[in-house]
């Protein structure tokens, strides 16, 4: 299952849904428990953090692990690996303005200025006004870095 801030494994038990921690030693805990501890540490109505108990579809698990990933490899500054996993998310969810963005602005970063000048070129049409600073001085930044190749 998938709820705010954690990840767990949800086991069906006779006397209702049952849910493990691995990240607390494998800590089993029940539905009222869960709801409880959870809501301590997310501000949430009960209702949404008792339907953010349902099973998580496989989908859903690949992209929060990917985007753990990501952070992971941003933190790290390690750009190559960054763009590997954020080129899998925006594969997985093509229409998303805000992994394209993402793409973009790590292509720059990982030494790919085609790809990044493609992808920034796209989100500058549509972007908000917010970010337009940003995505014009990366893309200027990658604009420059093909023409010393060239």
């Known amino acids: 299952v998938s709820p ?5 494994a949800r086991y069906e038990w006779s006397d ?28 949430m109505p009960r209702h949404q953090i008792e339907s953010a108990l349902r099973p998580a579809a496989s989908r859903t698990t690949i992209i929060r692990m990917l985007n753990n990933l990501k952070a992971i490899y941003a933190r790290q500054e390690d750009w190559p690996a960054a763009w ?11 229409a998303s303005y805000s992994e394209r963005r993402d793409l973009g602005l790590m292509s720059v970063r990982a030494n790919k200025p085609a790809d990044a000048v ?10 908000p006004q ?21």
Not at 21 to 37: K, N, P
Not at 118 to 127: E, G, N, W
């Open 16 to 43: 209702g849904p049952l849910f493990i921690d691995a990240f607390s030693r494998g800590r089993i805990l029940r539905h009222d428990e869960c709801v409880e501890w959870l809501q301590a540490m997310n501000p």
């Open 118 to 127: 493609d992808l920034l070129d796209v989100c500058l049409k549509t972007c």
């Open 4 to 8: 705010p801030s954690h990840y767990l």
């Open 84 to 94: 590997n996993v954020q080129h899998r998310l925006l594969t997985l969810q093509p």
């Open 130 to 150: 917010t970010e337009r600073k940003i995505l014009q001085s990366n893309l200027e930044q990658a604009q420059s870095q093909l023409a010393r190749w060239n």
